[in-house]
């Protein structure tokens, strides 16, 4: 698993999200939450993981409460350069069982040995009752390019969102990937790392729009009566639109994972420290940590 990379990460997920996380449980900026080794190389394989994360952040923004969470997903690679994916996403203190299904395709390529990219389309289904964030937005294009300096290797992404809403996002990422030249338990294991720091650019319609579907999962920047947050349509304020549509830093994070990996495994702790900026209007995000444990198994 040393060179294997998934280079589609929810979100992300990730980010994603997750779930990168950010979501995707491939991805952070939308699409997912993978593990962060992230070589490429053209071989043939099917991965499959699993990552629970302590709350689910959408491009900077997370939603009114904490919202935890678990997410599956499979990517089959070819040789090519082609890739499927398809994944499930649940939130642990929602009513649905299954709160979001992605399916997506795309191509990963390579110019040189250190520069790498990869383009993809996702189409998310949400269930009608699905507390996250990035609901407003049921399509996503995504295009990545990065770029290894020896020193560190940076990475832009850039993300076009639509559905409900639509939003431009760019992110801008510098990490470094180092491993142990030296075993925990056999002459086949070791532990990878890949710190990073993270900007987030672009629009932030989909706020309003979630504070449209969901009249009672929402604050804002005023005191209210907590029986009224149920009664009440939340308020929509024409300035907050113009704001929320205008390109606009939205977040700075850096992240610190590690990773036992194995031939054909890897497990995955993260720790993230996300500072929302330029947030106004309907949810009160400020600065907070993320924990995110994944698992993938790759078979080649």
């Known amino acids: 698993m040393k060179r294997f990379c998934i280079l589609f990460l929810i979100g992300i997920y990730s980010c994603t999200g997750a779930f990168a996380g950010e979501a995707r449980v491939f991805r952070a900026t939308i699409p997912r939450l ?30 009114p409460v904490k919202y935890p969470f678990w997410s599956a997903d499979m990517i089959y690679n070819a040789k090519s350069g082609f890739f499927v994916y398809g994944s499930v996403y649940k939130v642990f203190t929602s009513a649905p069982l299954i709160d979001e299904t992605d399916a997506g395709a795309g191509y990963l390529y390579r110019f040189s040995s250190k520069f790498t990219g990869n383009l993809s389309y996702t189409r998310f289904f949400f269930n ?37 809403e639509s939003d431009f996002f760019v992110s801008i990422n510098n990490s470094k990937y180092f491993e142990t030249n030296w075993s ?12 990073g720091f993270n900007i987030i650019m672009g629009t932030q319609n989909f706020v309003q ?52 990996n194995r031939p054909h495994y890897t497990l995955e702790f993260a720790y993230k420290y996300s500072v929302p ?8 995000n400020h600065r907070e940590s993320f924990y995110n444990l994944t698992f993938y198994y790759v078979f080649y």
């Open 34 to 63: 993978v593990a962060d080794t992230d070589t490429v190389t053209r071989k043939q394989s099917l991965s499959a993981g699993v990552s629970v994360g302590s709350d689910a952040q959408f491009f900077g923004r997370t939603g």
């Open 184 to 195: 925990i338990f056999d002459d086949k294991d070791y532990l990878s790392f890949n710190p």
């Open 128 to 164: 009608k009752n699905a507390l996250v964030i990035k609901s407003a937005s049921s399509n996503d294009i995504n295009f990545s390019n990065s770029y290894d300096w020896k020193i560190l290797k940076s990475t832009v992404t850039f993300d076009y969102l639509f559905g409900q």
């Open 209 to 260: 729009k979630y504070a449209q579907n969901h009249p009672g999962n929402y604050e804002h920047n005023r005191a209210v009566h907590v029986d009224d947050i149920f009664l009440q349509p939340p308020p929509i304020y024409p300035q907050y639109a113009a704001y929320d549509s205008e390109f606009r830093t939205l977040n700075y994070s850096i992240k610190l994972p590690i990773a036992y």
């Open 277 to 284: 900026v330029n947030v106004k209007g309907i949810f009160n």
